[in-house]
């Protein structure tokens, strides 16, 4: 039954080792399997999460995700402060080599270090086993940017992510090439299934509560079953389980629709209610630059707090259905202060973060267009967006970002909400 759906393609999958730390290290002109180092940001005290920990690290034990104040105290420790815009620049260097050798119709880009590449036409071009076009991609990488990369190797998409992640990872060549009949000795004896990409603590509770404990046990269960106790995915578990993924590299080159946009931001320490209130309004600004940057408006405003822990209270989560979709910054300010006023209670904070869904197009709102562009205040905001971009940004900005506590020039500066430089 699963035959027809199995694809024959060569697909490779690379992952650029520790990336983050291994950047630093090389910066620092260190061999990042001999040199301890971690990537953090020591401003944000000892419980910030550490974004990447160097091979030689790793190697000693260390996780790759952890806090300051848990690294261990024995090891002499080199921190380096995060340089995300830096990050960025080396991954598009990369991306550039890639495309020395294949077209980017062929080439996924999955994150700042991974990469999924269709080499199923280029084999006869360069006259290469798919292994060995492999292994000379590993070879540019280190030879050009000192990196090291770890590369999986299937029929699909799927099948070279299991390669990379369950094996290349951890064989001496970092490169593992997997075919279907490999799946029962390599995937099926798997009984961590939080370990398998896609596959979360929710759903391997689930799958539990079904007796279902082994990726064979999920390759072999009733599909039927599965979809009626997950839906659609529970169809999906049950391909990948098998190795089957339909998907190609080509097709995901169609960018989906935006959903919303979302923002959030993790104060540096517990926080009084009345002092979140103004970087509240900041995040809402930030937002709406985006809103309006892209020309879309938003039905559907949500608001999100997590107290201090000290506090006893849960995480709070409200959202707000607006009568038709807008873009007027004043409006959106007003529906989240009202949320923030009247429902989040009197106590210290540790996260805030905003959600805009229910997108639509401005273009597409014409009746709504002609009363916008009525309004002075909209008028004002786009001309804003208009001189910061032509200008520079931050050539006008809200007298409110020169208040002692405000985020607004320090978010600025952020990539991710981490430090760009």
């Not at 040199?35 to 190697?59: C, E, H, Q, Y």
């Not at 600004?285 to 985006?290: A, F, K, P, V």
């Not at 997108?359 to 009363?371: A, K, M, P, Y």
Request: aromatic share 10%.
């Amino acid at each position: 039954m699963l035959e027809q759906f199995k694809l024959y393609d060569q697909i490779i999958c690379i992952d650029l080792k520790s990336f983050y730390a291994s950047v630093e290290c090389v910066a620092l002109n260190k061999d990042p399997f001999k040199f301890n180092l971690v990537v953090a940001d020591t401003s944000r005290g000892k419980g910030s999460i550490i974004l990447a920990v160097s091979p030689a690290l790793k190697a000693q034990g260390v996780p790759g995700r952890l806090r300051l104040f848990e690294l261990p105290k024995h090891l002499d420790i080199y921190i380096a402060k995060p340089r995300i815009a830096y990050y960025i620049y080396i991954s598009n260097q990369i991306l550039k080599m890639y495309l020395e050798y294949f077209s980017s119709n062929d080439i996924l880009i999955y994150s700042v270090d991974e990469v999924f590449i269709d080499t199923t036409s280029y084999l006869k071009l360069y006259n290469k086993t798919v292994d060995e076009l492999a292994q000379f991609l590993l070879n540019e990488i280190y030879l050009r940017f000192k990196l090291c990369a770890t590369c999986g190797i299937g029929p699909n998409m799927l099948m070279a992510k299991y390669a990379l992640d369950i094996e290349a990872k951890y064989r001496d060549d970092y490169i593992a090439h997997w075919h279907y009949e490999d799946l029962e000795e390599k995937l099926w004896s798997i009984t961590d299934l939080t370990s398998i990409w896609g596959i979360g603590q929710g759903i391997a509770r689930r799958l539990k509560k079904l007796k279902i404990t082994s990726m064979k046990d999920l390759a072999h269960y009733d599909i039927y079953q599965l979809v009626n106790e997950f839906g659609i995915m529970g169809e999906e578990l049950f391909l990948h389980a098998n190795g089957i993924d339909i998907s190609k590299i080509q097709d995901q080159q169609v960018l989906s629709e935006r959903k919303g946009y979302n923002i959030s931001h993790t104060l540096y320490k517990n926080t009084p209610k009345e002092q979140v209130r103004p970087i509240l309004k900041e995040l809402i600004i930030n937002q709406s630059e985006r809103l309006r940057h892209d020309h879309k408006m938003s039905q559907v405003l949500a608001l999100h707090v997590r107290y201090s822990l000290n506090e006893g209270l849960s995480s709070f989560s409200k959202q707000t259905k607006l009568i038709s979709p807008t873009i007027d910054l004043k409006e959106i300010t007003k529906v989240f202060l009202k949320m923030f006023d009247e429902d989040v209670e009197d106590a210290s904070i540790r996260k805030i973060g905003l959600s805009f869904t229910k997108l639509s197009s401005l273009e597409n709102n014409q009746l709504d267009i002609f009363t916008y562009n009525k309004k002075s205040s909209i008028k004002s905001d786009f001309a804003a967006d208009i001189v910061n971009t032509k200008y520079g940004e931050n050539t006008i900005f809200k007298a409110s970002a020169l208040v002692p506590d405000s985020l607004y020039f320090s978010r600025k500066k952020l990539i991710g909400g981490h430090n760009a430089k």
